[in-house]
């Protein structure tokens, strides 16, 4: 089992940034696949960035690429989600996620955090 616990979220302007962290409970964390997704009011849960085991690879949505960038450092059990140039419609509940493979399906995932509260204001 592991638990997953995101942090860094808030409430920022327009063109602002945040970076988001996933903290992992165990090591074995490193041999995951790890991935953000984001949850609007109303919408569903939509896949935002993922990262292999070995942070080698990284994929994004359409509508993050360019602005986000996501990482991870193994030796501290954290996954980061960079943010940059911040819109309103980015505002969302942003979870992450660890599975085998760093796919866009939220089903692919075995552990997932609480999720952190990110505003993004007009």
């Known amino acids: 089992q592991v638990q997953l616990v995101e942090s860094g979220g808030g409430l920022v302007q327009a063109g602002g940034s945040l970076r988001l962290s996933c903290a992992a409970s165990?090591?074995?964390?490193?041999?995951?696949?790890v991935a953000w997704f984001r949850q609007a009011p109303e919408k569903e849960r939509e896949f935002v960035a993922a990262?292999?085991?070995?942070?080698?690879?990284?994929y994004y949505a359409d509508s993050v690429k360019g602005r986000f960038t996501i990482s991870r450092a193994n030796a501290k059990n954290t996954v980061y989600l960079q943010m940059n140039s911040l819109k309103p419609e980015d505002t969302a509940v942003y979870y992450c996620?660890?599975?085998?493979?760093?796919?866009?399906?939220?089903?692919?995932?075995?552990?997932w955090g609480q999720g952190t509260q990110v505003t993004v204001s007009s």
């Open positions: 990262i292999t085991w070995s942070g080698g690879t990284t």
């Open positions: 165990r090591r074995t964390f490193s041999r995951y696949a």
């Open positions: 996620a660890a599975g085998e493979l760093p796919t866009d399906s939220k089903n692919a995932y075995d552990y």
